[in-house]
């Protein structure tokens, strides 16, 4: 087991953010930054699949663990993820205890799952198949995103299931869901994501979750969260060049 999926599962305070510019200098620039890990954005960020694993390699360059969330759930897009040398999957849209288990089976190798044995870069492009093969299961992280109404619903199935090694709440589509949306719905949202990191710590999975500032993390950290998606490189990009032209233009007032 490496030491990312070791932090992961024993519940330490990790902080990382998505990576969503694609090219593998925004990856360097946020490697660099001090995170504990970043998130590859294949879900919602225009990236080839070619382009995820230079993004990978870049982050590999500064032994800063990468994974992808993957656009769906479909078994291709989380073996192309994983050979591509990521240490885990992040899957979006899990709503049933089903689809989590699914996900497990795409990201295992038998007997565990189902994930097929290709030359990918991870296993060293056909060279280090083996030894690859011996510890991979060990290896990967399993994060499953539970953002829908059914979600919410299903969340102590979800949290049953063996296998799964991080639950994740998307704040932005469960608010969506649920019809909590804006300050009205806000004693609602969090109810609803309470609910979810509840169950998660209750089945001994690590509850995660995006916040888009440093500021809401100490409220979910205080009911047992640990796995921290901080914004992503867009977001801090845009505030960081809002902030200094801003800053420019009282300088020159």
């Known amino acids: 087991m490496n030491e990312f999926r070791q932090k992961c599962i024993g519940k330490a305070n990790l902080v990382g953010s998505f990576a969503a510019i694609p090219h593998p200098v925004a ?16 879900e919602h960020a225009q990236i080839s699949r070619d382009m995820i694993e230079t993004m990978v390699r870049a982050a590999d360059v500064h032994r800063v663990p990468a994974m992808v969330r993957v656009p769906g759930h479909a ?11 990521a240490q885990g ?12 288990a699914t996900a497990v089976k795409a990201s295992r190798y038998p007997p565990l799952g189902e994930r097929g044995v290709g030359p990918g870069r991870a296993a060293g492009y056909g060279y280090r198949i083996p030894e690859y ?24 199935a979800i949290a049953a299931v ?3 090694d991080v639950i994740f709440v998307g704040p932005g589509d469960l608010s969506v869901s649920i019809d909590a949306i804006g300050a009205q719905g806000a004693d609602k949202l969090n109810a609803a994501i ?12 690590a509850a995660g979750i995006f916040c888009a500032s440093p500021q809401t993390i100490s409220r979910w950290a205080a009911i047992g969260a640990s796995f921290f998606v901080l914004a992503s490189d ?14 420019a233009r009282d300088e020159l007032a």
């Open 234 to 247: 867009t977001m801090f990009l845009g505030a960081g060049a809002a902030a200094n032209a801003a800053a």
């Open 27 to 42: 990856v360097e620039v946020m490697a660099l930054a001090g995170l504990d890990f970043l998130c590859i954005d294949w």
């Open 133 to 156: 093969l011996t510890g991979a299961n060990d290896r990967t992280v399993v994060a499953v995103q539970v953002e829908t109404a059914e979600g919410l619903a299903n969340i102590d």
């Open 89 to 100: 999957v992040l899957v979006p849209r899990v709503s049933t205890a089903a689809q989590a």
């Open 194 to 205: 309470r609910t979810i990191i509840g169950a998660t710590i209750a089945h001994g999975k």
């Open 162 to 164: 063996d296998g799964v």
């Open 75 to 85: 078994a291709e897009a989380i073996q192309a993820a994983l050979d591509s040398g």
